[in-house]
């Protein structure tokens, strides 16, 4: 990382802004993972916006729980969620305390400790270490323990200036793989970066039919 990446973190501000400004304003920022092993960062090249409790595809849509408590909370803080079984996914609260908006981080590229994070990815090829939010959070050692941290003080996960892309690079469509509003176009990346993630539009389960009578 350059030097101003190393020594600039984001501020709350940045954060306590509506959800899409936020979530355009991510691309290109760094995201960085400290543990007793080392360092991993990624340049974040591709988002994903949730309105809280006015978006039906949004973890909140039905209101604060347990599990989405920190989505209620103060803007800047980390809400990680396990999903499917095994996997970790990472999102950045933003907006005012008690609106529930953040931003899913989708896909990046590791720009430090690319060896560790091959590691951790079993030897996938660079463009795959972080390409998807499940890779992403294997990739830089992001679990459970991190939800609520605070991303704009020094701590294990924090969050750099990098380099913002320019708006031109900036493209933006469905979401991928929610069930609810799903044609939203708040999903946001960098045109032709290859740790993009590819879209999978979300496919209704089959659901087995009831035996006809008699049988």
């Known amino acids: 990382m350059t030097e101003s990446t190393t020594r600039t973190p984001l501020d709350r501000g940045f954060f306590d802004r509506p959800v899409p400004e936020v979530a355009t304003g991510l691309l290109g920022r760094v995201l960085s993972r400290t543990t007793p092993e080392g360092t991993v960062a990624v340049r974040l090249t591709e988002v994903e916006a949730y309105a809280g409790e006015l ?6 849509y039905r209101g604060r729980t347990a599990r989405n408590a920190v989505m209620f909370g103060e803007p800047g803080h980390a809400y990680v ?17 008690g609106t529930a908006s953040a931003v899913l981080l989708r896909a990046g590229q590791i720009i430090e400790g ?3 994070a091959r590691a951790r990815r079993n030897g996938s090829p660079d463009r795959d270490l972080a390409r998807g939010p499940a890779r992403l959070c294997q990739a830089l ?4 323990e991190l939800n609520g941290a605070d991303v704009c003080v020094p701590g294990e996960l924090m969050i750099y200036e990098g380099a913002p892309v320019p708006g031109e690079l900036v493209r933006s469509g469905p979401r991928t793989g929610v069930s609810s509003a799903h044609d939203t176009p708040w999903r946001f990346w960098v045109e032709g970066d290859p740790s993009v993630s590819p879209y999978r539009r979300h ?12 049988v």
Request: proline letters at 14%; charged letters at 20%.
């Open 55 to 60: 978006d039906p595809a949004s973890h909140c």
């Open 81 to 97: 969620y396990f999903t499917y079984g095994m996997h970790f996914c990472v999102n950045l609260v933003c907006g005012p305390d």
């Open 114 to 116: 690319v060896e560790l």
């Open 141 to 144: 050692g992001i679990a459970r």
């Open 203 to 214: 496919i209704p389960r089959n659901r087995r039919k009831p035996p006809a009578p008699g």
